[in-house]
């Protein structure tokens, strides 16, 4: 019997009653971009809302200040450099005054343009796998 129906059929002994099982179909590499993209949603739009605050006066950076570390923190250990150095300037740097789109420069002086959350998500995609080809 295959393992799926053997599951099944224990489950429905241990309720004692019919159950439809159903997987997971999404991917992980799906999940896990779902993921970081509302991660670093969230992170822009706490960052955002301190500027638009600043504009009448107010300042929370004594407040906002400490979680911005321990964010930063946690991104450079779960990130290489390169990677790390682009979700900040995502984050924190990516428009001029005027709102225009500015380049991100990795240590080999190549610029790279981020519309959106999926171009910065590529970018992070292609550069693990650019440091993984054997030289």
Known sequence: MEPKKEIKNLIEQILGSKVNLREDTQAPDRKLKQEFTHLISMIEGVFKRQDEIDAYGIDLTIWDDPYFKIIEAFIHFSFD?????????????????????????????????????????????????????PE
């Open 81 to 133: 450099e390169t990677p790390s150095n682009a979700i900040l300037f995502y984050i924190y740097s990516r428009f001029d005054k005027k709102g225009n789109i500015l380049p991100f420069i990795d240590l080999y002086k190549k610029s790279y343009f981020f519309k959106n959350i999926d171009d910065l998500w590529d970018f992070i995609l292609y550069y693990e796998e650019e440091i993984m080809k």
